[in-house]
């Protein structure tokens, strides 16, 4: 499909593809969701969630978001220019020597689901953070099969639903052969604490289905029922084989956790994502780090692969108390963040800081990230056009991204409590040309 199929009697659309996206965002003011569609969709057991809608009102967004091909392959070049410095010794071995030691074991699996948080500035795509535990791919997957035409014809994306759900499937049974080889897997556990009263808990019960659909034996665990009998993970007497890590406690150190660690150490279980993928990928120090060229260019990385962290990788740099006082005089420029943070806890936008709270920030323990503001979706709120902030999150495996979906929401940081925002389906916007 080109942009001359859109359904936009309306509005011009320019030739480039990234113009054509963002005048989308801005003039396609519609409703593309068949609510519907989507509980069908969302179905357990044959059974709709008929509440989740009503208990999670701002989960899903109204409407979709366009992104161009420019822009998604953008996306795609940066994932694999970190995937390549991240393979290097010299970035492993520097590390893995400020990471707590868990995070020096090798499981041999590569770590499902991370995302790579991006805001759309005025040079493209710009990475915000990258995360090992990323939440809501298969209700994103799902929400692809709800959409209907608006400004666009998105018959093909229940189609790209079901690749992403079979992708799922094999992404964990490829962990698995990764680490057992040939052995058949045969029970999964998905693991949080106190699950069912999780945000995403719908999302845990979505995938146990998934995976009992596909021949897998599957539970939701709560963490603090886990047993290691020195051979075995079990769930009372349940062996498994196989844990779908949904824990934010990164390095396992809580005490209520220890039957997983040592289970983890041991080599009992199979556990994705796992310790040593967050310390390698997702500690936020690490955007520092992927932003020093000149650190870089000394463990080895190749000057194509500078250029591309450099262009699009905003300036990021830990504080310390020797340059807190620096980063409170330029504090507008940047964004504070936590660096064993997750979900926007403890992130600030330094316009907003306060005195007191900054004064937390320049003890250490903070990443500060130059400040890319995000781009923004028009869409109707109860009848009123209103302006959402929109992040992009590419949701990869070994180095492919297999979903991309958008969140909208008002304030500093994604919330799923703005109305009107939420969780949206991404529509690329074909090039014509090489736009470079």
Known sequence: MNP????????????????????LNRGCVCTSVDYERLRLALQIEGVAPANLLDTHPNLFSDTLVFVAEAHLQSMAELIAAVERVVALPAWQESVLARAPAIARHDPKAASVFFGYDFHLGDNGPQLIEIN?????????????????????????????????????????RNEWRLVRGDTPLERIAIVDEAPAQQFLSAEFDLFRQLFEAHGISARVVDS??????????????????????????????????????????????????????????????????????DWLA????????????????????????????SFWQSRRQWFFKPAAGFGSRAAYRGDKITKRVFEDVGRGGYVAQALVPPSERRLLVDGV???????LRAY???????????????????????????????????????PR
């Open 224 to 293: 603090r029922e886990l047993e290691f009998d020195g051979e075995s993970l079990l769930h009372e007497g349940w062996r498994i084989d196989l844990v779908y890590n949904r824990l934010t406690d990164f390095s396992l150190d809580l005490p209520q956790h220890a039957p997983l660690r040592d289970a983890y150490l041991a080599d009992a279980v199979v556990l994705t994502p796992h310790p040593r993928a967050h310390a390698l990928y997702a500690d936020k120090r690490n955007l520092a780090a992927l932003s020093d060229t």
């Open 132 to 172: 090992t535990n990323a939440g809501g791919a298969l209700l994103n997957a799902r929400l692809l099969h709800a959409q209907h035409e608006c400004c666009a014809r998105t018959a093909g994306m229940r189609t790209e639903c079901l690749t992403a759900e079979s992708d799922m499937v094999a992404m964990f």
């Open 396 to 434: 990869v495996y070994q180095g492919e991204i297999q979903l991309v979906s958008a969140r909208l929401y008002q304030g500093q940081t994604t919330n799923f409590r703005t109305p009107g925002g939420g969780f949206a389906s991404v529509f690329a916007v074909p090039c014509k040309k090489d």
């Open 298 to 325: 000394s463990i080895g990385v190749g000057a194509e692969d500078r250029r591309v962290l450099a262009e699009r990788i905003p300036l990021a740099r830990q504080v310390a108390p020797e340059n807190a006082e």
């Open 4 to 23: 001359a199929d859109l359904h936009l009697p309306s509005i011009s659309l320019p030739a480039d593809c990234r113009d054509a996206a963002a005048l």
């Open 385 to 391: 056009e209103r302006d959402l902030k929109l992040d």
